[in-house]
C-alpha cells in the first residue's frame, strides 16, 4: 500500500474518522438482519427488510451530494457521526420495550439514510486533499479504509453477538460513531461556498437537474457506466447479500459449528477480499486501466459458478463453506479493483463543483436496483428451497454478459480519459 505519509495530514484523519466510523456501522448491518433472522427464521422477511431499509439511501443519496458541494464536508461528516450515535443510544434503551421487527427495520432505514447522506461529502472530499494523480491510491486507500471495517465487523459481530448478545454490540457501535465525531472536528477540508440567491427548493432542483443532465447529455459514457453498475447489483450483489446467509445459516450442512460465528467469518473474508483488491489497487495504480475492468467482471462473474454447482454435490458442508469462501473472496477483490478504477476515472472527468452530486446520483441511480435484487432474491431463495444453486448460475451467466457489453465502451472511455469540463 502507498504509505500515508505522501498524503497530508487531513486526509490520514479523513482516513482515520472511516475506519472508527466504518467499524460501527459494518457491525450493525450485519448483527441487526441476522438477530432478524434468527427471531423469524424468514429469508423472505429477511429480504423484504433488508430491502426497504436500503431505500432511503438512495433518496438521501442526491440530496446528499447537492449539500456536499454547498456546506463544508468536515461539518456533514462530523453531525451525521453524532447523529448516528445518538439513534444507536436511543434504540439501546428502548429496544427490549417494543415490536423488535419494527424498531429494527426503522434503525436500518435511518442507518442507509445517513450512509447515503454521508458518501458523497468523503468521496468529494477527495479531490480537495489529494492531486489528481494521487486519485486512484487515495480512492484505493478509503476502499480498503472500508474492507478493513467490514472484515473486523463481521467477524467480531458474529463472535460477540453469540457470547454476548445485542446490547455489547450496541454500546461499542454508539461509542465508535461518537469517537468518530470528534476526530473529524480536526480536519480540514478546503470549502469554497457558493452563491445562494434562490430559496433551498430551487437550488436543489436546480442543482439536481444540472448533474444529472452531465450523467446524460455531457458525459454519457458515466450514464451507461452506472447502468451496467446498477445492473450488477441487481443480479450479483444482491445474491451475495441475500443468498450468502441464508446459505450458510439454512443450506449448507454445517452441524457441530455456531453458524452464526461462521456467517461472521465468511463476512469477513470477503471484507478481506475488498482490503487486498485495494492493496492491490493502491501499489499497481500506474498499471490499472479502465479500459480492462470488462476482463475483471468477467473474472467475478464465473466465480459465481462454482458456488452454485457445488450445492448439487454431496459434498461435506464445512467444504462447501471453504468453496464459498475462497469464491467470495476472489469476487470482492475483483470488484474492489473495479470500483477504485471507474470511481477514480469519473472524479478525473468531472469538474469539482459537480463532483458531490454526481457521484451522489451514482450512487443513487445504480443503488436502487440493489434493494429490488435484495427483495427478490429473499423471495426466491424461500420458494426454490433444495435449488439454490440455480440462482447462483443464472446470476452469472447474466453478469458474464453484462462484462461482454461493457467492453464495447471502450473507446468512448479512452476518448474522455484525458478531458475535463471547465464551470
Known sequence: MSS??????????????????????????????????????????????????????????????????????????????FFTGGIIAIFF????QFNLVVLIL????????????????????????VSEKKLVPANAIINMVSSLANLI???????????????????????????????????????????????????????????LTFIIKTRPIIGKIVVIIALFNLFLSAIL?????????????????????????????????????????????????VQSVWKLLLIGSFLLLPMGIILFLPLQGILQYGIFSVCCFAMMLIFTLTTVQLMAYIQTITPEYLIGKVIAWILSISGCFQPIGQALYGVLFESMKHFEGLLFLGA???????????????????STTNEKIKP
Open 396 to 414: 452469472a451467466i447474466i453478469a458474464a454478459g453484462l462484462s461482454i457489453y461493457y467492453k464495447k465502451l471502450n473507446k468512448q472511455l479512452v
Open 153 to 211: 465487523g463481521p467477524v467480531l459481530g458474529g463472535i460477540l453477538y453469540s457470547m454476548a448478545g445485542l446490547r455489547t454490540i450496541l454500546v461499542i457501535s454508539t461509542i465508535c460513531f461518537i469517537f468518530s465525531a470528534v476526530m473529524e472536528l480536526f480536519i480540514h477540508i478546503p470549502f469554497r461556498p457558493m452563491p445562494q440567491k434562490n430559496s433551498i427548493v430551487h437550488i436543489l432542483t436546480g442543482d439536481l437537474k444540472q448533474s
Open 106 to 129: 426503522i434503525v436500518l432505514v435511518l442507518l442507509y439514510g445517513i450512509s447515503g447522506a454521508y458518501q458523497p461529502s468523503v468521496q468529494a472530499s477527495l479531490p480537495f486533499l
Open 241 to 289: 447479500i441475500i443468498g450468502i446467509p441464508v446459505i450458510v445459516k439454512q443450506v449448507l450442512p454445517l452441524k457441530g459449528f455456531n453458524t452464526d460465528e461462521m456467517l461472521g467469518y465468511i463476512q469477513g473474508i470477503m471484507a478481506l477480499g475488498g482490503l487486498s483488491g485495494g492493496l492491490f489497487a493502491s501499489t499497481a495504480s500506474k498499471k490499472l486501466k
Open 93 to 96: 434503551l428502548v429496544y427490549q
Open 4 to 81: 500515508t505519509k505522501h498524503f497530508s495530514k487531513d486526509f490520514i484523519l479523513v482516513v482515520i474518522g472511516q475506519i472508527i466510523s466504518l467499524f460501527g456501522n459494518s457491525v450493525l448491518r450485519f448483527v441487526l438482519p441476522l438477530h432478524l433472522l434468527n427471531i423469524t427464521g424468514s429469508a423472505a422477511l429477511y429480504g423484504l427488510v433488508s430491502a426497504f431499509s436500503f431505500i432511503p439511501m438512495l433518496v438521501m443519496s442526491p440530496i446528499g451530494g447537492v449539500v456536499a458541494d454547498r456546506i463544508n464536508k468536515r461539518n456533514i461528516m462530523v453531525g451525521l457521526d
